[in-house]
Nanobody
C-alpha cells in the first residue's frame, strides 16, 4: 500500500518562504504524477501544482510565479517551494499521487500558516 508523508509546513511571515516535501513509499514504480492540493479553513480543497513523470508542470493561477514544484524520481519525492507567501496561502497542504495500475493516494497533510 502506497503511503505519502508530507513535511515542511510551519508558521512564516508574509513574504517568506517554505519548502514542502512529500515522500512516497510502498510502490516499486515511479508515480504517473504527483501533486499538491490545499484546504483553507472553511473552504474546499483546491489544486495547487502538479508534476508528471516526464517533468511537465501545472500550477493554479493563484500560485504561478511564486511556487515551484519539483521531484526526485529516484526517491519518489515531490517538493513544493513556496516563495512570497501571502496570508491567503494559509492552509493544510496535501500531497496527491497516482501510480501505475493503482488508484490515487493522499497524504495526511502539513499545515502552513502565513502571518500578516
Amino acid at each position: 500500500q502506497v503511503q505519502l508523508v508530507e513535511s515542511g509546513g510551519g508558521l512564516v511571515q508574509a513574504g517568506g518562504s517554505l519548502r514542502l516535501s512529500c515522500a512516497a513509499s510502498g510502490s516499486s514504480r515511479s508515480a504517473n504524477f504527483m501533486a499538491w492540493y490545499r484546504q483553507a479553513p472553511g473552504k474546499e480543497r483546491e489544486f495547487v501544482a502538479l508534476i508528471t513523470s516526464t517533468g511537465t508542470t501545472n500550477y493554479a493561477d493563484s500560485v504561478k510565479g511564486r511556487f515551484a514544484i519539483s521531484k526526485d524520481t529516484g526517491k519518489n519525492t515531490v517538493y513544493l517551494q513556496m516563495n512570497s507567501l501571502k496570508p491567503e496561502d494559509t492552509a493544510v497542504y496535501y500531497c496527491n499521487a497516482k501510480f501505475p495500475y493503482s488508484a490515487q493516494f493522499w497524504g495526511k497533510g502539513t499545515r502552513v500558516t502565513v502571518s500578516s
